[in-house]
């Protein structure tokens, strides 16, 4: 049996537990993270790579403010853009109930300082004449982009090791208890790691490691669908999605349309998620309708992950009510990504400061009825 003693446990290897990882470092303080397979290998790796704010829940708009602060200083932060680009981002209509709920969350998303255009059907074809008939109108927000998320994860890994944490992939954590110093946390293999604090980023996993501490989220796990195709000549500067979110796409400069829609096959305890052919099928037929030249570019690759969806479709992102120490930071309901470098810092602030300056009250576990804080 292999025993580590630290000041923070992190479990979890994704953006949000490899960037707390990293920022706790950057404070002085010592930190183990415990992944049950590879940094950034999860829905941190296999999602479709979209940093937005158009069109997000009204309550996860500051912490996307923050997240995009740290999206623009990824090269200084991490030595990497991470293929972070400002390509902005459309979100299509297919219908004038579609544009009138674009239009209704624009007017509510100014307040946030968020400039969102909204464009009529012949300016959108004016503007994008290889959009299909299937867009009839669409809301621009040219502040918006996308990143390479199998680049991000790996990214923050690295740059946490270098600043002196202790990072142990393969490493399944089997159980976790508080205990009068703080937590002993057990893990495949006979690795013990006794900590202060812990942190709570096991993503679709996380609600399990809630309920170590007898907090029930209502969570469920998700393994959307993704797509990539051979290069084609580059002609889609910005990331598309869809009223409805049933197809999400974007055009990297290499030439691959890099699409998703539907889901595959998996629960928690199965090693991969699985994907469906008929999904894959429904997704293309999709995707021609909005875009047609896709249809002239040829599939090379198709894949599924695991992302961890609450009741509400809200991340927890919150200190534990029943385990002081313990700070939650997982089901972000499949946008997560574009939140991650931010929800990192507010992870290092809770644990750190016991507060932080980003409106959190929203994500607070508090409201699937956990018991009042210990």
């Known amino acids: ?18 960037s707390t990882a990293l920022y706790l470092r950057q404070r002085g303080v010592p930190v183990v993270l415990l992944e049950k ?11 479709f790579g979209g940093i937005r704010r158009n069109g997000r829940a009204l309550n996860e708009l500051p912490l996307a403010a923050r997240a995009l602060a740290v999206w623009r200083r990824m090269p200084a932060l991490l030595g990497s853009d991470c293929e972070y680009a400002v390509t902005g981002h459309l979100k299509l209509a297919r219908n004038d109930a579609d544009m009138a709920e674009l239009e209704a969350h624009a007017r509510a998303q100014a307040a946030y300082d968020i400039e969102v255009e909204m464009i ?18 669409a809301a621009w927000c040219a502040s918006d982009g996308q990143a390479n998320p199998r680049l991000v994860g790996p990214a923050f ?26 937590f002993e946390i057990g893990c495949a293999g006979g690795l013990v790691v006794t900590a202060r604090k812990l942190v709570n ?14 907090e029930t989220v209502p969570i469920e796990p998700i393994t959307p669908q993704m797509i990539v195709t051979e290069p084609y000549p580059y002609f889609i500067e910005p990331a598309l999605g869809i009223v409805g979110g049933d197809l999400y796409l974007r055009q990297i400069p290499r030439g691959n349309f890099i699409f998703g829609s539907g889901f595959g096959d998996a629960t928690l305890d199965t090693p991969h998620a699985y994907v469906l052919p008929r999904e894959t099928i429904k997704a293309l037929a999709i995707a021609v309708k909005f875009v047609p ?49 931010g929800t990192g810092e507010v992870v ?17 576990i508090a409201r699937f009825g956990a018991a009042p804080p210990a």
């Open 1 to 18: 049996m292999e025993r580590l003693s630290t000041e923070v446990a992190i479990v979890g290897g994704g953006i949000v537990g490899c």
């Open 37 to 47: 397979s590879a940094t950034g290998a999860a829905a941190s790796g296999v999602n």
């Open 120 to 137: 009529s059907r012949n300016a959108l074809r004016a503007r994008y004449p290889w959009l299909g008939e299937a867009a009839i109108g």
């Open 157 to 182: 890994a690295r740059a946490a090791l270098a600043a002196g944490a202790e990072i142990r992939e393969g490493t399944p954590v089997e159980h976790a208890t508080r205990t009068s110093e703080g």
């Open 201 to 214: 980023a096991a993503g679709a996993w996380g609600g399990r490691i809630a309920a170590m501490f007898g």
């Open 293 to 341: 030249r896709i249809a002239e570019a040829s599939v090379v690759r198709v894949w599924s992950g695991f992302e961890g969806v609450t009741s509400d479709h809200s991340p927890v992102l919150c200190p534990s009510r029943t385990a002081p120490g313990l700070v939650h930071a997982f089901g972000f309901s499949g946008y997560g990504f574009a939140l991650s470098p």
């Open 348 to 364: 290092a602030e809770l644990v750190s400061e016991g507060a932080t300056s980003t409106p959190i009250e929203p994500f607070d």
